[in-house]
C-alpha cells in the first residue's frame, strides 16, 4: 500500500481541514519538522487512529480527540464531526480511501463527549467510481494488519525498546510482515480438504483408505521428524550462543564466583600444607638443639677456657710466679667487671665477693704445698678440648637454615592469608546470587544440548527408516489398487491434497530459516556500515528472533546492552532490513528518530536509510534540532515534500497548521 495524501478535520490540535501529500517514487522521503509539541505525536497518531481506531502513541491524558477551537465554533449541545481520511494506492493500482469519523457533543464551555463510537468507512475505485466496502474492518485486516503497525510506524522513544519486548510478539509480526501465514492458511485448508476426502473414500474402499492414512502418516512424521532435526540442529547453535552470552555476563560482573570458590579452597589447602611443613622444620629444629644441649649450653665456656693459655704464658714471661699470675688475673676480672664468661661482677655482688675471697685465700696459701691451680685449669683445658673436639661443626649453620625457613614458610602463610582475604572480600562484592543464577543456566543449557544432541541421534535414525516403510506401504497399496481394480479420482485428490500439505509445510519452514539469516546478514551488514565504532562484529538473529551483538573480542551481548544511540540505529537498520525485506509495501513512519544519535551517526543514518526503502516510502516526523547539518544533506536529494508543523494563535486557542517548505 502507498500512502497518497492524508486529510485531517477537527483532530486534536489540527482544527482543519489540513491537508498533506506524501512522496513516492524515487523521492519517497517526505519530511514533517515541528517543534516539541507542535503536533507531530499527533500527527502520527492520526495515522493509527484511522487505520485501527488507536492512539499507541499518545500519553494518557484528559485532552478530548475533538479540538478545542472547532467546539469553540459551536453551541453547547452541537455536534462536531472529527474525521482523518487517508488516499492510498493498492498493489494493483486502485485507489482505496479510508476514512475514520466520529461525532462529538459540546456539553460545556470547554467539555464534550463522543456521541457514538467511530465509523470506518473505505471506498475503493474500481476504474470508473468509488465503490464502498461493506466490511472495512476485514479489508484493513487483510492489507494492513494492525500486528504489522510495529513495523512501519513507530517513535524514537519505541525504537529504543523495541529489544525490550517479548520475543514471541516480534516473531509472530516477522510471520506476518513475510506472509508466512498465507502458507499456514493454505496448509490447514489442505488438511481440511483431504480429511473431506477420506472420509469419503473410506466409504468406497476402507482397507486403500486405511493405507492411504498409514503412508499420510508415514510421510508426515518424516518431514515433521526432518523439521525437528533442523529446528533441534539450530536450537544447539543458538544455546551455544546463549551459554557464550551468559559467561560474558559472569566475566562482565567482576569474576567467576566458582573460581573465586575454587582459587580460595586452593589457597586453603596450599596454607596447610605449608603449616604441616613448618611444624615438620619446628621440630626438626628442636630436635638439633635438645641433641646438642650440652656442647651448645657448653661451647662459649669451653672456647673461654682456651683464653687461660694465653694468660698463663704473659704471665710467665713478665712475673714468673704460678699463684701472682692467677691472683693477677682474678683481680683483672674484679677490674673489668666482667667473668671470662661474660658475666656481670658488679661490686658488693655475691660473685664479686666470692672472687675477692678466692684472691685472699690464694695469696695466704700460695706457699703452702698441694695441688696448684694452673693443674687444674690444665685439667680442664685437657677435657674441653675433647669436648670440642667432639661438638658437631654444621650445628650453628643447621640451625640458622631451619631458622631461615621457618620465617620463609611463616611469610608464605601470611601471603596466602592475605590472599584469601582477598578474595573472600571480592566474592562478598559479587551479586552471587546472580552469578549462580547465571551458572545455573548455562547448566540448564549444557543438559539440552546434550538431551537435543541425543534427539538428533535418534531422528536421524528414524530417518533412514522411513523410505522403506513408505516403499513397503507402496506396494501394499500398488496391490490393493490392482486387486480391486479401483480408478476414482477422490484418490487423486487425496494424493493433491496430501502434496500441497508438504509442499506448503516446506516452504514454510525453508523461509522462516531464510529470513532469521538473511536479517542476520543484512542487518550485520548495514549496521557497520551506519556504525562508526568497531566493537561490533556481527548481529545475530536466533530462530526465535532474539537479536544479539558479537563484539569483535568474541563477547555476545543482548541487543539491550549497548548504548541508547546505539541500540536506535540497530533497531532501524532491522526495522528497515525487515521491511526492505518483506512481501507487504508499506510506508516507514518514524516519529523523532535519531534525537539520541551524535551528529555522525545521523550522516550515516541518512545515507543508508534511502537505501533500505528504495520503491518505498518513507514519513520521518523531526525536530528542528534533527533536520540539520549533514543529516538534512544526506537526506534531502531523498525528499519529495517537506511541511514545517506550526502552533498559531493565543495560549488556549491556537491550533496546529502545516506549511509546506523548501529550502
Known sequence: MIIKSMTIENYRPYKGPVSIDFARGEKNVTIIQGRNDAGKTSFINAFTWCLYDKEPFRDEGIEGRCNQLALDKVNVKDEVDVKVEMLMEDSSGRDVRIIRQQTFIKTSEIASRSKSNSELLI?????????????????????????????????????????????????????????????????????????????????????????????????????????????????????????????????????????????????????????????????????????????????????????????????EEEIGNEISFVVSDLKKLLKNKECVCGASLEEHTDSYKHIEHLIESLEETSKESGPKIEDIISKLLDISGNILSRYPKDVISDLTNKKQRIREIDHDIESKDIKITGLETRLKNLDIDAIDELNKQIEENQKLIKTLTEDNTILKENLNTYPLMIEEVDMLISQAIMDEDIRDDIADKMDFCEEVKL??????????????????????????????????????????????????????????????????????????????????????????????????????????????MEGKQMILLVMNSEYTGEFKTNIQKFVGYQYKLDYVGAEGEGQTVINEFDE
Do not use: C
Open 123 to 315: 471506498y475503493r475505485n474500481d476504474g470508473l467510481h468509488d465503490v464502498k466496502l461493506k466490511e472495512p474492518e476485514i479489508y484493513i485486516k487483510n492489507n494492513l494488519p494492525e500486528s504489522l503497525q510495529e513495523y512501519f510506524m513507530f517513535t524514537g522513544e519505541k525504537l529504543t525498546q523495541f529489544f525490550n519486548k517479548n520475543q514471541d510478539f516480534v516473531k509472530n509480526g516477522v510471520y506476518t510482515l513475510y506472509q508466512l501465514d498465507l502458507l499456514e492458511n493454505i496448509n490447514i485448508q489442505a488438511k481440511k480438504w483431504e480429511n473431506y476426502f477420506n472420509g469419503k473414500f473410506k466409504k468406497i474402499n476402507p482397507r486403500l483408505s486405511q493405507l492411504k492414512d498409514e503412508r499420510s502418516r508415514i510421510i508426515e512424521d518424516k518431514q515433521n521428524d526432518n523439521i525437528q532435526l533442523r529446528k533441534n540442529k539450530e536450537r544447539i547453535k543458538t544455546l551455544e550462543v546463549e551459554i557464550k552470552t551468559l559467561y560474558a555476563k559472569i566475566g562482565s560482573s567482576g569474576a567467576d564466583a566458582d573460581e573465586i570458590r575454587r582459587d580460595i579452597v586452593n589457597l586453603k589447602d596450599e596454607k596447610r600444607s605449608l603449616k604441616y611443613d613448618l611444624e615438620d622444620i619446628k621440630k626438626e629444629y628442636s630436635l638439633i638443639i635438645s641433641n646438642n644441649f650440652s656442647h651448645i649450653m657448653s661451647y662459649d665456656l669451653l672456647k673461654s677456657l682456651e683464653k687461660w693459655v694465653d694468660f698463663e704464658e704473659e704471665s
Open 503 to 612: 509442499i506448503s509445510k516446506s516452504l514454510y519452514d525453508e523461509l522462516a530459516v531464510n529470513i532469521y539469516q538473511t536479517l542476520s546478514k543484512v542487518v550485520t551488514e548495514e549496521y557497520k556500515t551506519i556504525h562508526w565504532k568497531p566493537d561490533y562484529k556481527k548481529i545475530i538473529v536466533d530462530q526465535d528472533f532474539k537479536v544479539l551483538v558479537e563484539k569483535s573480542r568474541g563477547n555476545i551481548v543482548s541487543a539491550t546492552d549497548p548504548s541508547t544511540g546505539s541500540r536506535n540505529v540497530l533497531a532501524l537498520t532491522f526495522m528497515a532490513a525487515l521491511n526492505s525485506l518483506s512481501g507487504f509495501v508499506l510506508p516507514q513512519v518514524i516519529d523523532t528518530p535519531i534525537a539520541s544519535l551524535d551528529l555522525e551517526m545521523r550522516s550515516e543514518v541518512a545515507k543508508a536509510l534511502p537505501r533500505y
